[in-house]
């Protein structure tokens, strides 16, 4: 995050179609959920994993190429495509991906019938100016199926508060009216922003793993429930992740975690920023979701050109043991946009 900016680092952070329309109505998605987005803070842990714990250690292979590219010069994703969030909806691989035009950081779509070959559809929204988004960024999000819906959560405005929009066909978006993840009190460990979500479903909940940054500017993993993606209550004893040691790929800040369950555990691929701005991907894993360890043997640098000093926002889908993950990459060693960013494809295999 850059000091006249305050936004979170890591973008959290083909074919124009045709962009998706906004409506300013309020659906009953909405109005069947509590309007307020803050539940207070207690004490709680994830379920259980399904399955007893068992040995397993993932294998990173990445694709050589990018799969989606930067759009032409004056598109709205011209200068930097980023950080993905896969969901399979109607059989249909969804991406809602960031795109940065130079100027405002933005939300589009594109889909895909096996995840590989994407298909643009264009911008579906940026931020609205006349709220509390301001005109900065709408982007930087996680999207979730719920009830036939598809839930996204996204960060806006300064300082980054988390937001909400629905959609029934993923073309036609109707936010929220109001953050439904704010600000921690003064002195907490995200009192100057929250961003950064990932929200996956566990048990009757959803659970929302996100960064928060306090008045130190140190950026750390958190994590949060919601019965309905509206109300949502923080971890008492949040962060749950930690900045790495003096001179570890992970020391000067954390961000964009992406969790799973598998093998007896919740995994978590997060994005681990150095001094040097460089970026790259670490493991950590839990038996509850709270208490986390970090896999030190687990740090994943691009090794192409084209993301040889960024590699970050993971999302992941399961298929069977194997994990299917796309992210973000770039070769410029930036805290924030203007990475030459692209997005690309791997598998995290046992």
């Known amino acids: 995050m850059t000091s006249h900016r305050i936004r979170f680092w890591i973008l959290w952070k083909g074919e124009a179609g045709r962009p998706g329309r906004f409506k300013a109505t309020v659906p009953l998605f909405f109005l069947a959920a509590s309007l307020t987005g ?4 207690a004490d709680f842990q994830l379920p259980a ?19 989606i590219f930067q759009g032409k010069p004056g598109d709205w994703d011209s200068h930097d495509v980023l950080n993905p969030s896969i969901v399979l909806f109607h059989r249909t691989y969804v991406n809602l991906y960031s795109g940065w035009d130079g100027k405002t950081m933005s939300t589009g779509l594109a889909t895909s019938s096996d995840g590989l070959h994407w298909t643009k559809q264009g911008k ?9 988004e301001g005109d900065y960024i709408a982007a930087n999000g996680a999207a979730v199926e719920s009830a036939g819906q598809l839930m996204y959560f996204y960060q806006a405005g300064r300082p980054p508060r988390i937001g909400l929009a629905a959609s029934s066909d993923s073309r036609t ?5 109001e ?10 460990w995200d009192e100057r922003g929250v961003a950064d979500p990932y929200v996956i479903h566990a048990g009757t909940n959803l659970y ?6 306090d008045r130190a500017q140190r950026q750390r993993l958190g994590v949060a429930r919601s019965p309905d993606g509206i109300t949502w209550t923080k971890l008492r004893t949040n962060p749950v992740l930690e900045l790495g040691a003096f001179a570890a790929f992970d020391e000067r800040g954390l961000g964009e975690p992406a969790v799973w369950d598998a093998h007896g555990y919740y995994w978590m691929l997060y994005t681990g920023r150095d001094r040097k701005e460089n970026r790259r991907l670490g493991l950590a894993r839990s038996r509850d979701g709270v208490h986390w360890d970090k896999l030190s043997d687990f740090v994943i640098a691009g090794d192409q050109p084209w993301d040889s000093k960024v590699i970050c926002d993971p999302s992941v889908i399961l298929d069977g043991d ?15 946009q203007d990475l030459h960013g692209q997005i690309g494809v791997a598998t995290l295999k046992p």
């Open 179 to 188: 953050p439904v993840v704010g600000l921690g009190p003064r002195g907490s």
């Open 38 to 41: 803050c539940g207070g803070y």
């Open 124 to 132: 579906l929204f940026g931020p609205d100016t006349r709220t509390w």
């Open 208 to 213: 929302m793993f996100y960064l928060g940054m």
């Open 49 to 67: 994993p399904a399955t007893a714990p068992s040995p397993a250690h993932y294998n990173w292979s990445a694709q050589a190429m990018p799969v």
């Open 173 to 177: 978006w109707t936010k929220h009216g």
């Open 322 to 336: 194997t994990v299917r993950v796309w992210f973000a990459g770039g070769d410029v060693p930036s805290p924030d």
